[in-house]
């Protein structure tokens, strides 16, 4: 794989110590529909901007793996109607045949750990697929978080996969999952499911040293902070659950399969909530980027002084 190219600002942030968050660029290219994504991704990168923060978007442009993406790659990414979706085993032919693709769940956080960023925010994980036992359909956002040392902000993950069994699949991959001001895991478009977590925390100090433990301990796994979405924003629980049914029966009569599934299912909640649900998706990203803000700051004075910062030996920094 060619070097990875990290943008000035972020490498400077990086260096002197000062908070950055990474930012996928799945969610824009196929998560979120034209042209709004484009204005998200803006939006969130002025909400960490204000915060004091840097962000890094992170894509693969013309075969170059960017951490952080100047606003013609971020265009690019979000306008483009062909741009490929980029897990971590596509990432060497993105490489090797100078593709431009977005990044998941898994290719962001490990380009981010490569980078050194130790906290990177999102709307929600992949998962396990309702019917993972016959279709063996788990994304792999799960194995790969099991071996990548960064803190992911997200808000569960969406109804549509099946989420009692992705939280055991987290809980035998030993990933850390931390409620973030709950004991319920919040269900993404909802505030709540019926799943608790073992671990709640109140405020960003405490993941900062959750993380710094994590070193301490020489884990290299993957902290997740589970961040509902404010009850007044979560979408209709009629709405939701009808608009459900219907979006997965209609990804089991195209027999959809492989990375086509996700983006399917997205699309017709968008589509058949009238945009409600899109409207959901929005607050929830801000909102775990707005969180994602205060836990990389706190990380920053945990981790103290440039030169001891403490990512614990992230193999194949930027070069
Ligand atoms: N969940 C969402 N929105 C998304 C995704 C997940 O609520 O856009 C994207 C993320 O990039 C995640 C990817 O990493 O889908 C998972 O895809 P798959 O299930 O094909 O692994
Ligand atoms: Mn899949």
Same mark, same amino acid.
């Given at each position: 794989?060619?070097?990875?190219?990290?943008?000035?600002?972020?490498?400077?942030?990086?260096?002197?110590?000062?908070?950055?968050?990474?930012?996928?660029?799945?969610?824009?290219?196929?998560?979120?529909?034209?042209?709004?994504?484009?204005?998200?991704?803006?939006?969130?990168?002025?909400?960490?901007?204000?915060?004091?923060?840097?962000?890094?978007?992170?894509?693969?442009?013309?075969?170059?793996?960017?951490?952080?993406?100047?606003?013609?790659?971020?265009?690019?990414?979000?306008?483009?109607?062909?741009?490929?979706?980029?897990?971590?085993?596509?990432?060497?032919?993105?490489?090797?045949?100078?593709?431009?693709?977005?990044?998941?769940?898994?290719?962001?956080?490990? #380009?981010?750990?490569?980078?050194?960023? &130790? !906290?990177? $925010?999102?709307?929600?994980? @992949?998962? =396990?697929? %309702? +019917?993972?036992?016959?279709?063996?359909?788990?994304?792999?956002?799960?194995?790969?978080?099991?071996?990548?040392?960064?803190?992911?902000?997200?808000?569960?993950?969406?109804?549509?996969?099946?989420?009692?069994?992705?939280?055991?699949?987290?809980?035998t991959l030993?990933?850390?999952?931390?409620?973030?001001?709950?004991?319920?895991?919040?269900?993404?478009?909802?505030?709540?499911?019926?799943?608790?977590?073992?671990?709640?925390?109140?405020?960003?100090?405490?993941?900062?040293?959750v993380m710094?433990?994590?070193?301490?301990?020489?884990?290299?796994?993957?902290?997740?902070?589970?961040?509902?979405?404010?009850?007044?924003?979560? #979408?209709?629980?009629?709405?939701?659950? &009808? !608009?459900? $049914?219907?979006?997965?029966? @209609?990804? =089991?009569? %195209? +027999?959809?399969?492989?990375?086509?599934?996700?983006?399917?299912?997205?699309?017709?909640?968008?589509?058949?909530?009238?945009?409600?649900?899109?409207?959901?998706?929005?607050?929830?990203?801000?909102?775990?980027?707005?969180v994602a803000?205060?836990?990389?700051?706190?990380?920053?004075?945990?981790?103290?002084?440039?030169?001891?910062?403490?990512?614990?030996?992230?193999?194949?920094?930027?070069?």
């Amino acid at each position: 794989m060619r070097g990875l190219a990290v943008a000035d600002e972020v490498r400077v942030a990086l260096d002197a110590g000062r908070p950055v968050v990474a930012l996928e660029s799945t969610l824009i290219a196929h998560g979120l529909p034209r042209p709004r994504n484009r204005e998200v991704a803006a939006e969130l990168e002025t909400l960490l901007r204000d915060r004091g923060v840097t962000p890094a978007t992170i894509a693969v442009i013309d075969g170059t793996p960017t951490v952080g993406l100047c606003p013609d790659a971020l265009s690019a990414i979000a306008e483009a109607s062909d741009v490929a979706k980029l897990s971590v085993r596509d990432l060497p032919v993105a490489s090797a045949l100078h593709r431009t693709g977005a990044t998941t769940v898994a290719a962001t956080s490990l #380009l981010a750990a490569r980078a050194g960023i &130790r !906290v990177f $925010a999102t709307g929600g994980l @992949g998962g =396990a697929h %309702r +019917g993972w036992a016959d279709s063996a359909d788990e994304s792999a956002d799960l194995v790969t978080l099991a071996r990548t040392p960064i803190t992911v902000i997200c808000a569960g993950m969406k109804s549509i996969l099946d989420v009692g069994a992705t939280l055991e699949r987290l809980e035998t991959l030993g990933v850390t999952l931390l409620g973030w001001r709950t004991n319920s895991f919040p269900g993404f478009y909802l505030s709540r499911t019926e799943f608790a977590v073992d671990w709640r925390v109140e405020d960003a100090r405490q993941v900062a040293a959750v993380m710094a433990d994590a070193d301490t301990l020489g884990l290299r796994s993957a902290v997740v902070v589970a961040n509902p979405v404010p009850e007044a924003e979560q #979408l209709d629980h009629d709405l939701h659950d &009808r !608009v459900l $049914a219907e979006a997965l029966a @209609g990804a =089991a009569r %195209r +027999g959809l399969r492989g990375k086509a599934v996700t983006p399917f299912l997205l699309e017709t909640f968008h589509r058949e909530t009238a945009g409600a649900s899109l409207e959901t998706n929005i607050a929830v990203v801000r909102n775990n980027v707005t969180v994602a803000a205060g836990i990389a700051t706190a990380w920053a004075a945990e981790a103290g002084a440039p030169g001891v910062s403490g990512a614990p030996g992230v193999n194949g920094a930027a070069g």
